[in-house]
């Protein structure tokens, strides 16, 4: 599984300050290109971009709930389902081993590639150490390489430390 690719797909949109990295479907088409996904000079529609940004933002609530955050998981995987659909992934055996493969071409194949790269994700176990930052203003998704998966934050020196701080500040304020 290429947990990065997922990670990357979900930041491309930042939070704090507010900087959407898929404001187009040039954008969109652009960044599937760049990861290997779509083939340069494809296009993708705006309709295209509403789905893939409504992937992401089911990704991103999915690893989110693995890290204890209350979101919709039933209307996340509805979704991720939906793209699943129109991706029309198939179960192949061509390679010798069991792989999910995107039927359809262009955008929705690209974003079916990325659901394929989920699966695999879930089926290694490496999916269960994917998370979205606690902080509200934050919700980065990354990589939980604490032996104990306990980490809880995007990063310790921010969101961790400012979490850290108003909690602090909360116990002694009272």
């Known amino acids: 599984m290429n947990g990065d690719l997922i990670i990357d797909f979900v930041n491309t949109v930042d939070l704090r300050p507010y ?3 898929l404001a187009t479907p040039a954008d969109l088409a652009g960044w599937l290109a760049a990861h290997g996904l779509l083939a340069d000079g ?6 295209e971009l509403d789905d893939a940004l409504r992937v992401r933002e089911a ?3 999915l690893l989110a709930a693995q890290n204890g955050i209350d979101t919709d998981v039933a209307a996340a995987s509805a979704v991720l389902d939906e793209a699943a659909r129109r991706a029309r992934l198939a179960l192949r055996f061509s390679t010798g081993k069991a792989e999910l493969v995107p039927a359809a ?28 930052c606690r902080a509200e203003d ?5 990589l939980d390489t604490a ?8 990063s310790m020196q921010s969101c961790g ?14």
């Not at 071409?105 to 979205?132: I, N, P, Y």
């Not at 701080?165 to 116990?171: C, E, F, G, T």
Request: positive net charge; hydrophobic residues 35%; aromatic residues 8%.
């Open 161 to 174: 430390n400012r979490a850290k701080a108003n909690a602090y500040r909360a116990r002694h304020l009272h």
């Open 138 to 142: 934050c919700r980065w998704a990354f």
């Open 59 to 61: 990704l991103r609530d």
């Open 19 to 21: 900087e959407e990295g």
């Open 42 to 47: 494809e296009k993708a529609t705006k309709s």
């Open 105 to 132: 071409g262009g955008v929705r194949g690209a974003v079916g590639r990325l659901l394929a790269e989920v699966s695999a994700g879930m089926a290694d176990g490496t999916w269960s150490r994917m998370k979205a």
């Open 147 to 154: 032996k104990n998966r306990s980490r809880a934050w995007c």
